[in-house]
Nanobody, 119 residues
Framework: QVQLVESGGGLVQAGGSLRLSCAAS????????MGWYRQAPGKQRDLVAL???????HYGESVKARFTISRNNAKDTVYLQMNSLKPEDTAVYYC?????????????WGQGTQVTVSS
């Protein structure tokens, strides 16, 4: 079992920056990927950024060059540095952790944190 707690959301003006944090607890050693997804009202939940246990990263097209995912040395906290924010970045941001592979894969989600970018 993995528990995730997000923090760092809020209201920011366009062009500003925010940093989200996601703290994991429980079976941390079993996590293969951690990352961020976001969901705007009336839209599907989309990938923002992922970081693998080996350190490789992957970003959604709309956030490349603006957002950076990173983690601490203990690999139990993941950060999302968001720069040059746009109104279209407004959404609830969810942290996700993935354990296991294929048929044994399990996904864990945080409760979400609201990010609102004003124009």
């Amino acid at each position: 079992q993995v528990q995730l707690v997000e923090s760092g959301g809020g209201l920011v003006q366009a062009g500003g920056s925010l940093r989200l944090s996601c703290a994991a607890s429980g079976s941390i050693a079993s996590i293969n990927f951690m990352g961020w997804y976001r969901q705007a009202p009336g839209k599907q939940r989309d990938l923002v950024a992922l970081i693998a246990s080996g350190g490789n990263t992957h970003y959604g097209e709309s956030v490349k060059a603006r957002f950076t995912i990173s983690r601490n040395n203990a690999k139990d906290t993941v950060y999302l540095q968001m720069n040059s924010l746009k109104p279209e970045d407004t959404a609830v941001y969810y942290c996700k952790a993935v354990t296991g592979w294929f048929s044994s894969q399990r996904d864990y989600w945080g409760q979400g944190t609201q990010v609102t970018v004003s124009s």
